[in-house]
């Protein structure tokens, strides 16, 4: 077994000057948590993983069966060598060597930017970043594994979003893009990993206000279900607004467990469909990882 390397290490046999490898045989193994992951055209897997708050991320590449294990938030152990990924250079897992350490965990704060800095995002290579108000058009998104999410000053900013996304629905309001910045040719684009609610903020505050969130975590179990387990069951369904507003007027039981929700008769209609926008705005996280 090999000891394990700082991802920072890894980074540093990557030559600056080319991108490329110094020595591709030297073997590492890396324990990070998935920022970010996209499914190339040819079924190839790269994530980003980061094993320190606020560093760069190391690239990894893997075919989509181990690949599915990447999903943003989990912490991964990998072993492999450096080597040509169609995004960079990555570390190409060695087959086999790829375990799941933990689940949910969190990288730390990200930089927030507008549109105009992807113009040059050098300075912020590899971290994790959050692109701040941009409109993607509405719809299903297209078979390209991209898409455009627009400034209001007018700059576009190129969202890799992978294959997995084809022909699902794209947010149809303005959001926040979080994800990683990568160099392809000559344009920075973001390799996208969760769109949030540019109104998440307000309808969060609302959840405290009316102690929702005392029950409800919107990535863990309370007593009530995680928020984003919620979206992810309802992710395909039309009807999903009005059976959340119900359950939040009425309240309920045996959907998820044995535990009944009381009705929470003090949320105002407007309060509730705040409520159930944002939490099925979750179902945006599910939707890039899938
Ligand atoms: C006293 C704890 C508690 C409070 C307060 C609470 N919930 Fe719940 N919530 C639960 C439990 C328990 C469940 C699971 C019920 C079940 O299994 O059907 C649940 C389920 C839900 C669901 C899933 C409904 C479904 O159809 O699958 C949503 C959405 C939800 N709560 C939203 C809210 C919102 C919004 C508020 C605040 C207005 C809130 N909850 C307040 C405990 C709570």
Not at 51 to 74: C, F, M
Not at 123 to 143: D, E, H, K
Not at 167 to 185: D, Q
Not at 199 to 217: P, S
Request: net charge positive; charged share 20%.
């Amino acid at each position: 077994m090999n000891a394990q390397t700082p991802i920072a290490d890894v980074l540093k046999e990557i030559d600056p000057a080319t991108g490329k490898a110094k020595d591709s045989a030297k073997e590492f193994t890396v324990v990070g948590v998935v920022a970010t992951r996209v499914t190339l055209p040819d079924d190839k897997v790269v994530a980003f993983v980061i094993d320190k708050a606020g560093e760069p991320a190391l690239q990894v590449l893997t075919d989509a069966k181990s690949g599915a294990a990447l999903v943003p938030r989990t912490e991964v152990k990998a072993s492999g060598t450096l080597g040509e990924s169609p995004l960079g250079t990555a570390l190409q897992i060695k087959a086999g060597s790829l375990s799941v350490t933990a689940s949910n965990k969190m990288f730390g704060l990200s930089e927030q930017r507008g549109g105009a800095f992807f113009k040059d995002a050098s300075s912020l290579a590899g971290r994790y970043v959050q692109l701040t108000n941009v409109a993607i058009a509405p719809g299903p998104f297209g078979s390209t594994g991209t898409a455009i999410a627009k400034s209001a000053d007018g700059s576009e900013v190129s969202l890799l979003i992978g294959k997995g996304a084809f022909k699902r629905e794209a947010p149809g309001e303005n959001v926040n893009v979080f994800g990683i910045p990568v160099k392809i040719g000559d344009q920075w684009k973001l390799a996208a990993s969760l769109f949030r609610s540019t109104r998440a903020k307000e309808a969060q505050a609302i959840g405290f206000k009316r102690t929702c969130l005392t029950c409800h975590n919107p990535d863990t179990k309370l007593i009530g279900p995680p928020y984003r387990e919620v979206a992810a069951r309802y992710k395909n369904d039309p009807e999903a607004l009005n059976v959340l507003m119900n359950q939040m007027e009425k309240g309920g039981v045996g959907k998820w467990g044995p535990v009944p929700m009381p009705p929470q008769a003090a949320v105002t209609p407007e309060e509730r469909k705040a409520l159930a926008e944002w939490i099925m705005s979750y179902r945006w996280d599910a939707v890039l990882a899938d």
